[in-house]
């Protein structure tokens, strides 16, 4: 069964850093995507950040570039999500999701078959 468990969000004041992971079992694919997410409440939610185990190609909203690195490690099957210079406007709930059988990044939720149970990330002084 494919699990997805996000970790790391939390408080933290304007300009400060979080580390957000995700770790994934339960499927044993070498072509997926592995995406994260964000809503804010009475917001959409938008796709934030995604990276490709096929060639490792990223994607980013154009609102975190430069402040947000994501990376995985496949030994530990987790996907991390590094977010510095944080805003009042990142605070949402974050999921990380997975596209499987193509590994080609896509911002739309849509495309993702599986979601993490999401976390909690506020940005506030």
């Known amino acids: 069964q494919v699990q997805l468990v996000e970790s790391g969000g939390g408080l933290v004041q304007p300009g400060g850093s979080l580390r957000l992971s995700c770790a994934a079992s339960?499927?044993?694919?070498?072509?997926?995507?592995i995406g994260w997410f964000r809503q804010a409440p009475g917001k959409e939610r938008e796709g934030v950040s995604c990276i490709s185990n096929s060639d490792g190609r990223i994607y980013y909203v154009d609102s975190v570039k430069g402040r947000f690195t994501i990376s995985r490690d496949n030994a530990k099957n987790t996907v991390y999500l590094q977010m510095n210079s944080l805003k009042p406007e990142d605070t949402a709930v974050y999921y990380c999701a997975l596209r499987m059988y193509d590994s080609r990044c896509a911002a739309a939720s849509l495309y993702y078959a599986y979601w993490g149970q999401g976390t909690q990330v506020t940005v506030s002084s």
């Open positions: 339960g499927f044993t694919l070498d072509t997926y995507a």
